[in-house]
């Protein structure tokens, strides 16, 4: 930088400046002063001219500093330059000052500054890091203050936690008495209100830390409303409190947001009004909002006991309600209101609290929600079984059956409704010609028992096949046992009514086809039960004390290791078919004991191992799945959850009865039905993810096995479900692009088609909590993401096998144990399916019966062990002899047989009819007391139809059957044509 350039620049800046000439040989502070600017002089108060060309030592003592920014810059002779370097603040001691010095050019010897007086800056620099330091301490302290008392709770309160939970399971399955339920009730109660309050402080920090997700999905309002009082309905009654809920006029249908936090809120302060209302009404209103038309404003007005300015001014602060919120079931704890206002603002609305004496407390919740203008009714779900339904409602409780009432009217059902037994008795037997469809009853009518009423109403012909449901307070087995009875514990929500509705309908319209003409066999349950083993290794007492005894009860023998060692010990001394084996972070090398399990198991053993576990870390399930576990179950520990995994994970019951199996799957895949039947093929699963990685992956591991089919989004995934063949299980990842994964689960559990089809899980560890929704919508396992193979083949293996062992119980119940040819039931079943289809086609359809003949003379003589012979002898032999796929022989009851022939004219079913007579008759099985040859003959009647509106499959059953007679009364051995 020359002169003239320096003094260019020293004019036009207004900031100081200075140039030192250097000379190599001396010392830095020999530098002499090259040049300033008036700011320069101002700064330091100098006179240039008088000090251009002093060395930097003689300077006054201000300008010191100039030696210290100039060392900065050389760090050895000659001048070494660190060009990284933009700015250097030095401090002068004598104004206690600070300096920032900019070089703008520095070459071997010179060395030109920019230099301005940074006090303040650096100043407030250092008070901003100071208050940084003081937050971040503040901060660290707090999060470890909440630490320490969140832990210090969750250690003292799981133990008892998780004893209330597992005995109360245990009492339930105690026999029943008035005090055993007063005894549940209170603690349901206890265990509600612990779990509520760690899932409220669990809330609470999520919602302070604002690590909350919202979920922005449509709804339903009017659904909204209904979900958001209905567990309050039966203490507003028993506080004689009006509970009911109104839509304005103009409000959308649908609107846009995260429905169960919306409703959650909601809640909240309904159960909030209800604590402090003694008598009067609670009104829940939707209306839209007058000024901004995307905001719905919700009203809970109450004539309760008016609030203080101060306490609305502490309604919403954590622990400052009123005692008398703890009192109350429904009241909540003291953080309740906090979560409703945090959530009600990080969703961008807000609460305001209005109270008045004489008039009550009005809480106004206003939240922007989009109207979907795109959804329309057709997108909601749909119903058609109920169009048109006649049912009575059968409930003493006014704002109960108000609720109901609603839910009816929605789903288009007609419905009458009556508030005790006597008149619902009345009711029923004076529908005569137009009886109902389906009587949802109340288990505390006041004038008879539940059970009383349904013994009742079994002997009224007009009830007959009519499905009921109980709606009841506490879970009964006595209820689930009784034929046409669904139970449905209270408080339940609108989709679980409904749904139960469409259920119970459904089951009933079944029923009532395949019954009209034939009644279904009752096949004996032969299956033998299996003695087991299982090893419980867990030192938690209380746990381990709820495992055996539940053990016990079930007659399950059982073996316990307190801990590792002990469980070495057992577990190499003896077979096992289940180990539950505590893996939580605080149990001794819970962990390292799985894998020295695995190393003891012989070639081809594998012994399923149950891991026990808290809230599991993600380190924990990944070193869970590494060592061999095969599924999990949280503490505190559900009973039903724990039976389903027994009998999944073990041979509990004999998947055989004492046939040979072989057998009898040979003569079931060889039926009609079981053609049908995927039962009788390779295992077919069905992966439904959005990740072309995850299913191919997926599908290399499992096709040697297993049919592999793909779907890679919601709608291709319930499609492929009801494709014929069914899968035998589902693999479903939770998180899909155009649908929630739990969403689907809940799908395929609704649909009777698909509800018996095992759902997995394929979720990562972030995903747990609708990992737990989809376990409550059916799902029956999960495995983790990235993918343990060998686990997951072992999962998928268990889960088919138990899939397969039902399937093969439930089809095997339509072959007739005695001939091993099909039974009522499977003809039942193919009648109505062969009707239907010549219905359609306009096709013949002939059907023919036959009986052997004197048979009951033959048992008299020959002994029932003969008699039997006799059946499987003629079965078999007519069996072979039938060729046609699509003919059905069954074994009706009895001596009687029935055969099913499709596109088949009467002339050709009396060519075949009387073919098989003669197969009998040529037989020349010995009956010596028969008057026809001394040989075994058959009867036999044909009749043929040709479906139509107006006919049914009794018709054809009945010419068949009056055929039959006539061959009889002519002097059987012959057929004889209907």
């Known amino acids: 930088m020359d002169k003239k350039t320096i003094k260019a620049f020293m004019e036009a800046t207004p900031l100081s400046f200075c140039s030192l000439s250097l000379f190599p040989d001396s010392d830095m502070d020999t530098a002499i002063l090259e040049a300033v600017n008036p700011a320069f002089e101002s700064l330091f108060g100098i006179q240039g001219e008088e000090w251009i060309g002093q060395p930097l030592r003689d300077l006054p003592k201000q300008c010191e500093c100039l030696l210290e920014a100039l060392s900065y810059y050389q760090t050895e002779s000659p001048l070494t330059i660190d060009y990284t370097t933009t700015s250097y603040i030095v401090y002068a001691e004598d104004d206690n000052r600070y300096y920032r010095f900019h070089p703008l050019s520095i070459q071997?010897?010179?060395?030109?500054?920019?230099?301005?007086?940074?006090?303040?800056?650096?100043?407030?620099?250092?008070?901003?890091?100071?208050?940084?330091?003081?937050?971040?301490?503040?901060?660290?302290?707090?999060?470890?203050?909440?630490?320490?008392?969140?832990?210090?709770?969750?250690?003292?309160?799981?133990?008892?936690?998780?004893?209330?939970?597992?005995?109360?399971?245990?009492?339930?399955?105690?026999?029943?008495?008035?005090?055993?339920?007063?005894?549940?009730?209170?603690?349901?109660?206890?265990?509600?209100?612990?779990?509520?309050?760690?899932?409220?402080?669990?809330?609470?920090?999520?919602?302070?830390?604002?690590?909350?997700?919202?979920?922005?999905?449509?709804?339903?309002?009017?659904?909204?409303?209904?979900?958001?009082?209905?567990?309050?309905?039966?203490?507003?009654?028993?506080?004689?409190?009006?509970?009911?809920?109104?839509m304005i006029p103009n409000v959308q249908k649908y609107a846009v947001g995260d429905m169960p936090k919306i409703k959650r809120v909601l809640q909240i302060l309904v159960a909030r009004a209800l604590t402090h209302t003694f008598a009067g009404s609670i009104l829940l209103i939707a209306s839209k909002h007058r000024g901004y038309s995307d905001h719905i404003v919700f009203t809970i007005k109450d004539t309760g006991t008016p609030l203080s300015a101060e306490q609305i001014n502490g309604l919403f602060l954590p622990f400052t309600q009123q005692a008398s919120v703890r009192k109350e079931k429904q009241g909540g704890n003291g953080l309740s209101l906090s979560i409703a206002r945090m959530l009600t603002e990080q969703m961008g609305g807000q609460i305001h609290v209005a109270s008045k004496d004489g008039i009550g407390t009005t809480v106004t919740l206003t939240l922007p929600l989009e109207n979907p203008?795109?959804?329309?009714?057709?997108?909601?779900?749909?119903?058609?079984?109920?169009?048109?339904?006649?049912?009575?409602?059968?409930?003493?409780?006014?704002?109960?059956?108000?609720?109901?009432?609603?839910?009816?009217?929605?789903?288009?059902?007609?419905?009458?409704?009556?508030?005790?037994?006597?008149?619902?008795?009345?009711?029923?037997?004076?529908?005569?010609?137009?009886?109902?469809?389906?009587?949802?009853?109340?288990?505390?009518?006041?004038?008879?028992?539940?059970?009383?009423?349904?013994?009742?109403?079994?002997?009224?012909?007009?009830?007959?096949?009519?499905?009921?449901?109980?709606?009841?307070?506490v879970s009964s087995d006595f209820f689930e046992?009784?034929?046409?009875?669904?139970?449905?514990?209270?408080?339940?929500?609108?989709?679980?009514?409904?749904?139960?509705?469409?259920?119970?309908?459904?089951?009933?319209?079944?029923?009532?086809?395949?019954?009209?003409?034939?009644?279904?066999?009752?096949?004996?349950?032969?299956?033998?039960?299996?003695?087991?083993?299982?090893?419980?290794?867990?030192?938690?007492?209380?746990?381990?004390?709820?495992?055996?005894t539940l053990l016990q009860i079930k007659h399950i023998p059982y073996d316990i290791a307190e801990d590792p060692v002990e469980a070495m010990q057992a577990f190499s001394s003896r077979k096992y078919d289940l180990v539950f084996l505590n893996c939580s972070s605080v149990y001794p090398n819970g962990i390292q004991t799985v894998t020295e399990f695995r190393t003891l198991e012989e070639s081809g053993q594998h012994t399923p191992i149950i891991a026990l576990m808290d809230k599991p870390s993600k380190y924990d399930v990944e070193q869970c799945q590494l060592s061999g576990i095969d599924s999990f179950i949280r503490k505190p520990i559900d009973m039903n959850h724990l039976t389903t995994l027994i009998e999944e994970y073990t041979t509990w019951f004999d998947p055989v009865t004492s046939h040979d199996t072989s057998v009898l799957q040979a003569e079931f895949?060889?039926?009609?039905?079981?053609?049908?039947?995927?039962?009788?093929?390779?295992?077919?699963?069905?992966?439904?993810?959005?990740?072309?990685?995850?299913?191919?992956?997926?599908?290399?591991?499992?096709?040697?096995?297993?049919?592999?089919?793909?779907?890679?989004?919601?709608?291709?995934?319930?499609?492929?479900?009801?494709?014929?063949?069914?899968?035998?299980?589902?693999?479903?990842?939770?998180?899909?692009?155009?649908?929630?994964?739990?969403?689907?689960?809940?799908?395929?559990?609704?649909?009777?088609?698909?509800?018996?089809?095992?759902?997995?899980?394929?979720?990562?560890?972030?995903?747990?909590?609708?990992?737990?929704?989809?376990?409550?919508?059916?799902?029956?396992?999960?495995?983790?993401?990235?993918?343990?193979?060998p686990i997951v083949k072992s999962r998928i293996k268990s889960h088919i096998t138990q899939k397969r062992s039902k399937d093969f119980h439930k089809l095997s119940s339509f072959m007739d144990e005695l001939t091993k040819v099909p039974n009522r039931r499977n003809f039942n079943e193919v009648m109505l399916s062969e009707w239907g289809r010549a219905k359609r086609s306009g096709r013949f359809l002939s059907l023919v019966l036959f009986d052997i003949d004197m048979f009951k003379r033959y048992n008299e003589n020959y002994s029932f062990v003969q008699g039997n012979q006799c059946l499987y002898t003629v079965a078999q032999m007519i069996k072979h002899e039938l060729k046609?796929?699509?003919?059905?022989?069954?074994?009706?009851?009895?001596?009687?047989?029935?055969?099913?022939?499709?596109?088949?004219?009467?002339?050709?079913?009396?060519?075949?009819?009387?073919?098989?007579?003669?197969?009998?008759e040529d037989a020349h099985l010995p009956f010596e007391q028969s008057s026809l040859n001394k040989v075994v003959t058959i009867s036999v009647g044909v009749a043929t139809i040709v479906p139509n509106a107006e006919s049914k499959p009794d018709d054809l059953l009945v010419r068949a059957d009056a055929a039959l007679y006539k061959a009889k009364e002519q002097g059987r051995n012959r057929v004889c044509a209907g």
């Open 108 to 246: 071997a010897d010179s060395v030109h500054f920019l230099i301005y007086d940074a006090t303040n800056e650096q100043r407030h620099s250092k008070a901003l890091e100071e208050e940084v330091a003081s937050l971040a301490l503040s901060k660290k302290e707090k999060l470890e203050s909440r630490n320490l008392f969140l832990s210090g709770i969750n250690r003292e309160l799981r133990g008892p936690l998780h004893g209330i939970t597992g005995f109360l399971q245990l009492l339930e399955m105690e026999p029943d008495t008035q005090n055993h339920k007063k005894i549940i009730e209170n603690l349901h109660w206890s265990v509600n209100q612990l779990s509520q309050l760690f899932q409220d402080m669990t809330d609470y920090i999520d919602l302070i830390e604002e690590t909350v997700d919202y979920d922005m999905i449509p709804f339903n309002l009017q659904s909204l409303l209904n979900e958001a009082i209905h567990p309050f309905l039966s203490l507003a009654a028993e506080k004689q409190i009006k509970l009911s809920i109104r």
């Open 373 to 473: 203008d795109y959804l329309t009714e057709k997108q909601e779900a749909n119903f058609t079984i109920f169009n048109g339904k006649k049912i009575l409602l059968i409930d003493n409780g006014k704002v109960h059956r108000a609720v109901l009432e609603i839910y009816l009217a929605e789903e288009h059902c007609m419905y009458d409704e009556v508030s005790n037994a006597a008149d619902a008795i009345t009711k029923v037997s004076r529908s005569g010609q137009d009886p109902y469809d389906l009587l949802l009853i109340d288990d505390s009518l006041p004038d008879m028992k539940p059970e009383d009423l349904l013994s009742v109403l079994s002997l009224l012909d007009a009830a007959a096949n009519v499905p009921i449901i109980l709606l009841s307070s």
């Open 481 to 548: 046992k009784k034929d046409g009875v669904l139970v449905i514990e209270k408080p339940y929500e609108r989709s679980s009514l409904v749904n139960t509705m469409a259920q119970a309908l459904d089951e009933s319209r079944k029923s009532t086809a395949s019954g009209s003409f034939l009644s279904s066999d009752t096949t004996e349950d032969t299956t033998q039960e299996k003695p087991i083993r299982i090893l419980v290794c867990d030192h938690d007492s209380m746990d381990r004390v709820f495992l055996t």
């Open 669 to 789: 895949c060889s039926s009609p039905i079981g053609r049908k039947s995927s039962i009788c093929e390779k295992p077919h699963i069905l992966i439904v993810d959005d990740e072309a990685t995850v299913t191919k992956l997926l599908e290399s591991a499992l096709q040697d096995e297993y049919q592999v089919t793909e779907a890679h989004d919601g709608k291709e995934a319930l499609q492929l479900a009801m494709r014929d063949p069914l899968p035998d299980l589902i693999l479903l990842d939770i998180s899909m692009p155009d649908v929630d994964g739990v969403e689907i689960c809940m799908k395929l559990k609704d649909m009777p088609l698909t509800h018996d089809i095992p759902v997995i899980l394929i979720t990562s560890y972030e995903e747990e909590k609708n990992e737990a929704r989809a376990f409550q919508h059916g799902a029956v396992d999960y495995i983790l993401k990235p993918f343990n193979l």
């Open 884 to 920: 046609r796929p699509t003919d059905l022989f069954a074994r009706l009851n009895d001596e009687r047989f029935a055969c099913l022939l499709p596109d088949t004219d009467q002339s050709g079913a009396i060519l075949v009819a009387e073919k098989l007579r003669k197969l009998v």
